[in-house]
């Protein structure tokens, strides 16, 4: 891609000097140059509000391009905000790569850098002009460690890390323009029994029972001592992430589809205090602890039946990784691969259509490449859907619910059809048979006791409400009216939850986790559909996270954890598991890869 952007450079020279000869072009500045000196603004609407930048130019050349003002997602758009600019400078151009995974934000900054040089009088279709595409330069760069890592997610971060504190050299390579996968953008709950903070809440709770839910929430298609693992050593995870900095709310909650409150909330929005929390010991440990985005591997190097080292694509050429003790994969689930979610889905009606909440790397390259070598794949028909997609894109942006207690669904008809606390599973496939599909998310103050109150997103309510993504009434009637359902029945539906909370139990639908009536003004509605969210199958792994071929032995040298594994969740993950999965089984991939076992 380098080698695209230096064609591109020398197309924009070549511009230059037909501008420079006096060639007939649309710039309204003097014949000899390509744009009035000076430093312009420009605007463009990002994924939370306005974003601005600051664009200086002299005859010649943009010599600066700063993001001044902007609301998006930390973290998430943090790259865009470093790259495109960069990348704009860097090469002269506008038709720069926009960052995956927050191409909304990318694009934003081109639309706004297009505004500000066209107050520079630069002529914007020659900026806009794509660059040929070249081959490749063939050049092959080669490396070694004690260990190799597949995938910058939560899982492969955590690995690093272990490794890292099991005194190995690591090189984490990741496909993508940044490290933080789905583990970034995803609801970041984390389940684990903690004696602190279940003890003040008042909360009930034991190992046993995490297990007992996890095991039983999975139609008891988990594998008992993988659970085991997990759920033991869930606690120990969070330890080890406050350890490192890494900060969680005092209360734990219930998440959607997580059975119970143990939820741990991050402090910092989504993912990104995971990713922030391992990033900046790897920052500290740079000297042994390489990342490589941009960098997609494609093939495990195997050596008389051992993994000893990883093949991978990157943006100068080949790469070939030499592992001195082990491979982690921890590549990420196949959520976002449609020809996958087909090949392998049983349980659901054709996923085709169905948008995803995953990144657009959720290809599940993990677990082919170690199926070409060996590997037993297990459960991949297992693939786990939300009720909670953004109707547009079917992420989780603009969800407006808190917490599972004090919020319900309503059909198009203003009906509740389901026990709101059920498993995801159980939840989506009554959503299925829902008109449209669609349903409505009704909280009121409990939730967002003023406008400036944030969902999970870092979205406020007022700007979900400003952006018509959630509505906003005074009455139940009100909002029933607004959203198009039957003000009489959202009125019953509303009234009899009220009832159920008074009772306690159990109620109608089967619900019995309850906290406050829905019956403080202002009240909100937001449409949620289903969307593909995590893929339960993949590797097959023991409790030392070493991967196992199609007879149930150890492959030397292969280690896995995270969502590219397979057999922990059954046929349904419970809410809140995936963050401790990836980090109990992410921390143990990275010791046992440095110890060589
Ligand atoms: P987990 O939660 O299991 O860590 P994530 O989705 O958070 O899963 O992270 C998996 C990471 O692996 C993603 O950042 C994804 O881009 C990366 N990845 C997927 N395929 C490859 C590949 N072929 N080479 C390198 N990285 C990959």
Redesign the pocket.
């Known amino acids: 891609m380098r080698k695209v952007y230096r064609s591109l450079a020398m197309l924009l020279a070549i511009i230059m000097i037909f501008a420079l000869v006096g060639c007939q072009s649309a710039v309204p500045t003097s014949s000899s140059s390509l744009f009035k000196a000076g430093t312009y603004t420009g605007e463009a609407e990002g994924i939370h509000g306005m974003l601005q930048v600051e664009v200086t130019v002299d005859e010649n050349k943009i010599t600066e391009v700063k993001v001044v003002k902007h609301d998006e997602t930390p973290g998430v758009s943090d790259t865009a905000i470093t790259n495109v600019p960069a990348d704009i400078m860097k090469y002269q151009t506008l038709a720069v790569d926009t960052v995956a995974g927050a191409s909304v934000t990318s694009k934003a900054i081109i639309e706004a850098v297009t505004k500000a040089l066209e107050k520079a009088g630069a002529n914007i279709a020659n900026l806009q002009k794509k660059p040929e595409v070249s081959a490749t330069t063939g050049q092959t760069i080669e490396k070694q460690a004690d260990v190799v890592i ?7 971060l955590a690995a690093a890390i272990s490794a890292h504190e099991n005194g190995a050299k690591v090189i984490v ?4 323009p940044r ?5 970034i953008i995803s609801g970041s709950a984390f389940n684990a029994v903690d004696p602190v903070r279940q003890e003040k809440q008042g909360i009930e709770d034991a190992v046993e029972k995490h297990y007992t839910q996890t095991y039983e929430g999975g139609d008891k298609l988990g594998n008992p001592e993988l659970i085991k693992t997990l759920t033991d050593n869930a606690y120990p995870a969070i330890q080890w992430l406050e350890s490192m900095g890494m900060e969680f709310k005092d209360e734990v909650f219930t998440v959607l589809g997580g059975l119970w409150p143990r939820a741990h909330k991050p402090v910092k929005p989504l993912g990104t205090g995971y990713i922030e929390t391992y990033m900046s010991y790897i920052e500290a440990n740079k000297a042994d602890i390489e990342i490589m985005v941009d ?3 494609t093939e495990i190097i195997m050596e008389n039946g051992k993994a000893v080292g990883v093949k ?1 694509e990157g943006k100068e050429g080949n790469v070939i990784l030499k592992a001195n003790k082990g491979v982690v994969v ?4 196949f959520g976002a691969n449609i020809e996958m979610r087909e090949k392998y889905n049983s349980i659901w009606p054709s996923l085709q259509n169905v948008k995803t909440t995953n ?1 657009v ?3 599940g ?2 677990m082919v490449m170690a199926e070409k070598i060996g590997a037993n794949l297990i459960g991949m028909d297992k693939i786990q859907l939300l009720p909670m997609g953004d109707p547009e894109t079917g992420s989780l942006s603009g969800n407006i619910e808190q917490g599972v207690e004090n919020r319900i669904f309503v059909n198009k008809d203003g009906d509740r059809f389901v026990d709101e606390g059920a498993r995801r599973d159980v939840m989506t496939k009554a959503l299925f048979e829902q008109t449209d599909a669609t349903m409505w998310v009704i909280v009121d103050k409990h939730s967002y006791p003023t406008g400036d109150t944030k969902n999970n997103f870092n979205e406020t309510i007022d700007q979900l409400v400003e952006q018509g993504r959630a509505y906003k009434a005074d009455t139940i009637e009100d909002l029933a009216k607004q959203i198009g359902v039957s003000p009489e029945n959202l009125k019953k539906a509303v009234d009899e939850f009220n009832k159920a909370v008074e009772k306690g139990g159990k109620d109608a639908l089967g619900r019995t986790l309850f906290k406050d009536k829905l019956d403080s003004a202002p009240y909100y509605a937001g449409a949620r559909v289903p969307t593909v969210h995590h893929t339960m199958g993949g590797i097959a792994i023991n409790t030392s996270a070493q991967v196992l071929d199609k007879d149930g032995k150890i492959i030397p040298g292969l280690y896995a954890a ?3 594994t397979g057999g922990i969740h059954g046929s349904n993950r419970l809410g809140g598991n ?1 963050l401790a999965d ?1 980090n109990v089984f992410g921390r143990i991939a990275g010791e046992s890869a440095a110890a060589g076992k």
């Open positions: 597949i995938g910058g997610g939560g899982a492969g390579i990741e496909k993508m490290v933080g996968g789905n583990t960098t997609k591997a991978a921890a590549a990420g689930g990144h790397g959720a290809t390259d993990g995270g969502e590219v995936a990836i």
